[in-house]
């Protein structure tokens, strides 16, 4: 298969249970390597940088990621960055910053056991955030969430894109469909979809029609 992500863009990969979801996401991400061919990121190929790379540029949330349940949320937010040798009071600032961004920011003092499964969704990707991704790789990130918060991750997922960065999905029950650019399906080891942004769309003005506004 192949697949081209811009800066961006939001694209969601959606499949049956075993299709490879969580394997395309992975390699993707530059977690497991592909079989064959390349995994490129910004011309580099993700598999020769070794296992060292995520958080320089690429963000990965595994569904399920185990973080610490017994630890509080800013505590885990900020391990990534103390573990590159951040000054703890630049990492303690900047997890306050992601954490606030993804709209938990109240829930800093909190031990993660306590959390819900949509603000630990939500708490997982501050984690890849805390980073400065401009790849944003995420399994599942509405499995087991309440019906009424999944378009809540989801709007945080479109809203990270319009920032710039290129964020990609997957899905299991096509409800982070809805507001992906563009929405690819995996079936039998095969990709299907508009595989490549479009360059170069149409642009149509808006007429005044009548008496009456176009929209």
Same mark, same amino acid.
């Given at each position: 298969m192949s697949l081209e992500i811009d800066a961006g863009e939001l694209v969601a990969v959606w499949g049956l249970r075993r299709s490879g979801r969580s394997a395309l996401l992975a390699v993707a991400a530059g977690v497991e390597p592909p079989d064959s061919g390349l995994v490129l990121f910004e011309g580099k190929d993700l598999s020769a940088r070794g296992a060292g790379m995520l958080g320089e !540029?690429? !963000?990965y949330c595994a569904h399920g990621v185990n973080i610490a349940s017994r630890r509080r949320v800013i505590d885990n937010v900020r391990a990534g960055?103390?573990?590159?040798?951040?000054?703890a009071?630049?990492?303690y600032a900047r997890a306050h910053e992601v954490l606030e961004r993804v709209g938990v920011e109240g829930f800093? !003092?909190?031990v993660m056991g306590d959390l819900d499964v949509?603000?630990?969704v939500r708490v997982a990707i501050a984690c890849a955030l805390v980073h400065g991704p401009r790849v944003l790789v995420i399994d599942e990130p509405t499995k087991g969430v309440d019906l009424l918060e999944r378009d809540k991750i989801v709007l945080l997922l479109r809203s990270l894109a319009d920032e710039g960065i290129a964020v990609l999905v997957s899905d299991g029950d096509g409800s982070?469909?809805? &507001?992906? &650019?563009?929405?690819?399906?995996?079936? &039998?080891?095969?990709?299907r979809g508009r595989r490549s942004p479009e360059v170069g769309g149409t642009v149509l003005p808006l007429r005044r029609a009548g008496n009456s506004s176009a929209l």
């Open positions: !540029g690429v !963000g960055l103390l573990v590159r040798g951040v000054a009071p630049t990492a800093s !003092g909190f949509a603000e630990t982070g469909l809805a &507001d992906a &650019d563009r929405a690819l399906t995996l079936a &039998d080891g095969e990709l």
